[in-house]
């Protein structure tokens, strides 16, 4: 099930675990009008839940890669275009902005276009109770959502993890105009083709996904993480 009720939180070094606790026995800012303060409890709280999942993001990226990893450094984004969740739609263009200001290499998985990646997300995060968007992969292992591509990107981080995808296209696709998608050649985006077979009728197109979509030729990596 894909919310967006389930912050993640990380910072990118231990420093910053230090700096955390430390801030803490600094002055803070006034409250603006109508907002109740934080208890000191509740600030502690969340500055430990933001530093531990900083250590872990860090083991995570310091781990040595696989050998299949390790050859294939590609980034892989799983995120939506569509706006009915505001929060959800923001990180979503705020993470594919960071992405493409680094020129990376991404491959873009838009869940709005071809919900079949909701399922493999799913899989690829088994022991996720909820699944937030957006979700970055960098050669086959988790990095995080939005607050870790913010952090790592905030602390200069973030470009050396994606370094090794390669560079993306100065322009975009003239295809797809960079969409990523096109219409499927088949079906026509009808998402059905006739056939004789059976006494003759339409049957669904194995070559698109329920929107009569195929991802673009010209710029889309074939699907693998």
């Known amino acids: 099930m894909l919310t967006d009720a389930c912050p993640c939180f990380a910072i990118p070094s231990h ?15 006034t409250p603006p009008p109508h907002t109740a303060p934080c208890s000191p ?3 502690v709280f969340h ?3 933001v530093a531990a999942s900083a250590l872990r993001a860090l083991r995570t990226l310091q781990a040595p890669p696989a050998a299949a990893a390790e050859a294939d450094r590609r980034v892989v984004l799983y995120f939506t275009s569509l706006h009915i969740v505001r929060s ?9 902005a960071i992405l493409r200001g680094l020129r990376a ?5 838009d869940l709005a276009m071809d919900p079949r990646y909701l399922q493999e997300l799913a899989a690829l995060l088994p022991r996720a109770r909820c699944v937030t968007l ?8 988790h990095l995080g959502g939005a607050e870790v591509v913010r952090s790592l990107h905030e602390s ?19 295809r797809c105009c960079g969409e990523r998608y096109v219409l499927c050649g088949s079906c026509n985006g009808s998402h059905k083709r006739y056939s ?19 991802r673009c030729p010209d710029c889309s990596p074939p699907p693998a993480v």
């Open 15 to 29: 420093a910053d675990l230090q700096a955390l606790l430390l801030s803490e026995h600094s002055p803070s800012p």
């Open 41 to 43: 409890s509740v600030r």
């Open 47 to 49: 500055r430990v839940r």
């Open 88 to 96: 959800t739609y923001e990180d979503c263009r705020a993470v594919r």
């Open 105 to 109: 290499s991404v491959d873009e998985r």
């Open 134 to 141: 957006p979700q970055v992969f960098v050669g086959g292992r």
């Open 156 to 174: 200069g981080e973030l470009r050396r993890v994606v370094a090794g995808a390669g560079a993306a296209a100065l322009a975009a696709c003239s």
């Open 196 to 214: 004789l077979k059976g006494g003759g009728g339409f049957r669904t197109c194995a070559g698109c996904n329920e929107n009569g979509l195929v």
